[in-house]
């Protein structure tokens, strides 16, 4: 018998990331809104009965499906562990989330199937739900969200997520440069003197509103990322240029965004851009939230 199903992993963007502190582990703890956008891969799960567990990935991107860091292949594993199965799993993953950029596609693809697993195993109930909130923060600090991915203030690591009802939906365009950025190093970069702190209240209240300016959008890691990489400055500035009401990087990069006052302009825009920028993924997209549907813009 062959268990077959499909998903959409969502990206996401931070609105802002600010840091606050951090552990005595050396993770840093942050106050950030994500929002989920329409950019998604595409996931396709077939399980089958086995005598030994087993996980292997089909992908577009050859070098990803051969990764022993594909986060999609890692969350089926432990799934398994977990929650004491045995099973041939095979992942079909269409990547379109550019990878290493910021824009949560690996954390997106985890929660995607950790939700899948959890769905074919019929776990609906709140001791399960516990354990897979577990697990997902087990693989990485951003997987957490994408279990249930929509407008959020996020705390902590990425373990404390707080939905947040009735963030207007922003049209935006993605520019990505062609080189992934290490959020392991750009953190390490990071000097306390850069932590900006919890978001005042009247940021939110200015998101709640879609009056999204260039300072509600601050990102602690920009400055260190773009040192390094001074291409995503150049992105910025383009985003800038091309109309947006203001840009900023997500993440811990390279992907840089712009929010714009419709879809229409945010279309024009990457256009533009994409002639101005031929070594760049720029895409026209929008935010998600609980009125959304979940088709790419």
């Excluded at 799960?45 to 005598?51: C, F, S, T």
């Excluded at 398994?80 to 690996?106: C, H, Q, T, W």
Aim: proline share 5%.
């Amino acid at each position: 018998m062959v268990t077959e199903l499909t998903g959409r992993a969502c990206a996401k963007i931070n609105l802002f990331l600010r840091v606050t502190g951090r552990r005595g582990d050396g993770y840093h703890e942050l106050d950030s809104v994500f929002l989920p956008i329409s950019l998604a891969d595409e996931i396709r799960l077939e399980i089958r009965a086995a005598d030994e567990s087993s996980v292997t990935v089909n992908c577009n991107l050859p070098e990803l499906a051969r990764s022993r860091n594909n986060l999609a292949a890692r969350a089926a594993h432990s799934f398994m562990k977990e929650f004491d199965l045995v099973a041939d799993v095979s992942i079909g993953l269409e990547k379109r989330i550019p990878v290493g950029a910021g824009l949560g596609g690996g954390s997106s693809d985890a929660a995607t199937t950790l939700c899948m697993m959890a769905a074919a195993a019929r776990l609906t109930d709140d001791e399960s739900a516990g354990r897979l909130r577990r697990l997902a923060l087990s693989l990485g600090a951003d997987v957490p969200f994408f279990l249930d991915p929509q407008p959020s203030r996020v705390t902590g690591i990425g373990e404390r997520i707080a939905a947040i009802e009735g963030v207007p939906v922003i049209p935006i365009v993605i520019a990505v440069p062609p080189f992934e950025v290490s959020t392991a190093a750009i953190f390490r970069a990071l000097e306390p003197t850069a932590w900006s702190g919890a978001a005042p209240a009247d940021h939110i209240a200015s998101i709640l509103r879609g009056d999204i300016s260039a300072d509600v959008m601050v990102n602690d890691l920009a400055a260190v990322a773009i040192a390094r990489f001074p291409e995503i400055r150049r992105l910025k500035g383009l985003l800038e240029d091309s109309g947006a009401r203001a840009a900023q990087m997500s993440g811990s990069g390279g992907a840089v965004f712009g929010v714009f006052d419709s879809l229409d302009e945010a279309a024009a825009a990457a256009i533009k851009i994409r002639k101005r920028a031929p070594f760049a993924t720029v895409l026209a997209a929008t935010t998600l939230n609980d009125e959304s549907d979940d088709e790419l813009a």
